[in-house]
């Protein structure tokens, strides 16, 4: 029973942020450990609704209000179960996750706002130990794993503790996938991929770093999954991109990463530079923090689609659809300029980037159409190019759009090879990376002829919560 004057009683309240002086010091989370009364409270503020719509935002069917109210009674070690029932990994959603269940929250209808159902989450995930849960029974069947990204984690974790060999292939030199290279510490502080990795190696996982694998010739299992992620970046042809200084984003993520995990000195750096950052997304938020630690003198975020509104649209993203809002990550209240409508028409430069000629736009069918007579150049001495993912690695045939095609229990069209995550979806999210990691791993265990069934929350047909066409 939760209590029905919870949401009456206390507003959303997160915990404060460090402060921004103290914050682009260092590469340290932004955010705090919650108080466990402020935990509590938030908790208490979810309404154990008849028809939970909060799980319906989420792709993994996270059991919301049990946890919420296991929470609010203090009881956080069964709490901590419920959470590991449908997620093997609530400490990197609870960070991450933009948590469509929040903008499927009841309490988000009028003038209230949803639970704070992330922060609930992540407070559950980082106050216990992970213990590992090995199997008893072995199956003598083994599945090899590509990437070791969420997609390929979750799913490792659910194949060897269901008895199955697991070994994880990946070919950089640490396993983690984006979390581990491309998600800036300030988001995700490593120690967490650590902690979670050393409880799939008791579980039997079998980690193999600096593995590229060019073709499928080269694994001996019964099963392979691909979870390769999309990680073949985006780049534009327009004049001027062959300067010196012009990157893509991930290039400079991966060596600002690298850099606080090793001391490596990263060639790629913002200090002292007039930064520009071609695109509004997550990714160019992520340069656009790491920019102002490293120093950078300005830092521009540019997007070419307009402003968005500030609060949801009701004709266009009813409740409780994933809204098209401005979304205000922590980083950009670190400074910054953000400009909408523009695109870049020429980079300046003799040969190195000097300068950026843009002009606004109008988008029109995804083609961004300049505004005769708005032609104007800022300054830029680095450029990092954020405008997405063009695919994954070719180890069976791809679909157009770069990614791999599969069949509803996500086989590929050769047979024992799977796909989930990225790879299958395109660059998406980690909550759908480990739920399509978790339902590739139900079919490869139906595969195998393993005993029982595993959980598969979501099929490779499975859509964001969207509102019907008109
Ligand atoms: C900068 C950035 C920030 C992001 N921030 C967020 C966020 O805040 N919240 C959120 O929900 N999502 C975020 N995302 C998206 C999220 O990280 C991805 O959706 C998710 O990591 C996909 O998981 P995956 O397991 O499919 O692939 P990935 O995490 O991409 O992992 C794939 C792994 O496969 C390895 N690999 C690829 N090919 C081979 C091969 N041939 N042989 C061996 N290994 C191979 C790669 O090296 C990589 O380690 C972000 C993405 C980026 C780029
Ligand atoms: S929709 Fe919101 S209030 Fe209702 S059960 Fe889910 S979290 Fe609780």
């Given at each position: ?11 959303r ?7 921004v ?5 260092d ?8 108080p466990?009364?402020?935990?509590a ?19 993994l ?29 609530p400490?990197?959603t ?8 929040e903008?499927?929250c009841v ?19 980082d ?27 979750a799913?490792a974790q ?19 996938g984006l979390?581990?290279?491309?998600i800036?510490d ?6 967490h ?18 593995v590229?694998?060019?073709s499928?010739?080269?694994?001996s299992h019964?099963?392979v999954?691909?979870a ?14 062959r ?26 750096t913002?200090?002292g ?6 695109g509004?997304?997550?990714?160019g938020?992520?340069?656009l923090?790491?920019a ?22 009701e004709?266009?993203d ?10 205000n990550y ?8 953000r400009v ?9 430069g ?16 995804r ?9 104007r ?9 954020a405008?997405?993912?063009a695919?994954?690695?070719p ?9 791999v ?30 739920a ?12 195998l ?9 979501v ?5 964001p ?6």
């Amino acid at each position: 029973m939760p209590d029905p004057n919870g949401f009456l009683r206390f507003d959303r309240r997160l915990p404060a942020r460090r402060p921004v002086p103290v914050r682009i010091r260092d590469w340290k989370e932004v955010y705090p450990p919650a108080p466990e009364s402020l935990v509590a409270e938030q908790a208490s503020r979810c309404m154990d609704c008849g028809i939970p719509f909060c799980h319906d935002g989420c792709p993994l069917g996270n059991r919301i209000p049990d946890w919420n109210d296991l929470v609010r009674t203090g009881n956080w070690d069964f709490a901590l179960e419920s959470l590991h029932a449908t997620n093997n990994f609530p400490e990197f959603t609870g960070r991450l996750c933009p948590a469509p269940c929040e903008a499927a929250c009841v309490l988000g209808i009028g003038q209230t706002q949803p639970v704070a159902i992330k922060q609930v989450e992540v407070s559950i995930a980082d106050r216990f130990d992970f213990t590992p849960q090995p199997s008893a029974a072995r199956s003598g069947r083994s599945v090899g794993i590509v990437g070791s990204g969420p997609a390929g984690l979750a799913a490792a974790q659910q194949l060897a503790r269901a008895g199955h060999d697991v070994t994880v292939y990946e070919r950089d030199d640490r396993i983690g996938g984006l979390l581990r290279y491309g998600i800036p510490d300030f988001k995700l502080e490593k120690h967490h991929i650590d902690r979670r990795l050393s409880q799939l190696q008791a579980e039997g996982v079998v980690f193999r770093t600096g593995v590229n694998v060019t073709s499928l010739a080269q694994l001996s299992h019964d099963a392979v999954l691909l979870a390769t992620g999309a990680l073949i970046g985006r780049d534009v042809d327009t004049p001027g991109r062959r300067l010196d200084g012009i990157h893509l984003a991930m290039d400079h993520l991966t060596q600002s990463n690298r850099h606080v995990a090793f001391g490596e000195t990263p060639s790629i750096t913002a200090a002292g530079k007039h930064v520009v950052i071609i695109g509004g997304g997550d990714t160019g938020a992520d340069c656009l923090g790491v920019a102002h630690r490293q120093g950078a003198a300005s830092v521009t975020q540019l997007d070419r689609y307009p402003l968005p509104p500030t609060t949801r649209d009701e004709g266009r993203d009813p409740w409780p659809t994933w809204p098209w809002i401005l979304r205000n990550y922590p980083a950009h209240e670190e400074g910054g300029e953000r400009v909408f409508a523009v695109a870049v028409q020429e980079f300046i430069g003799d040969s190195r980037v000097t300068g950026i000629r843009l002009s606004d736009v109008v988008v029109e069918n995804r083609v961004a159409k300049p505004v005769p007579g708005t032609e104007r150049v800022i300054p830029a001495d680095l450029v990092l190019l954020a405008i997405g993912f063009a695919g994954t690695d070719p180890l069976v045939p791809l679909t157009q759009r770069g990614t791999v095609p599969c069949g509803p229990d996500w086989q590929t069209s050769t047979p024992g090879v799977f796909v989930a995550g990225d790879a299958h979806r395109g660059a998406s999210l980690i909550v759908w990376a480990i739920a399509e990691g978790r339902a590739a791993a139900a079919s490869i265990h139906a595969y195998l002829g393993g005993a029982g069934s595993l959980p598969a929350p979501v099929s490779p047909a499975s859509r964001p919560l969207a509102a019907a066409p008109q």
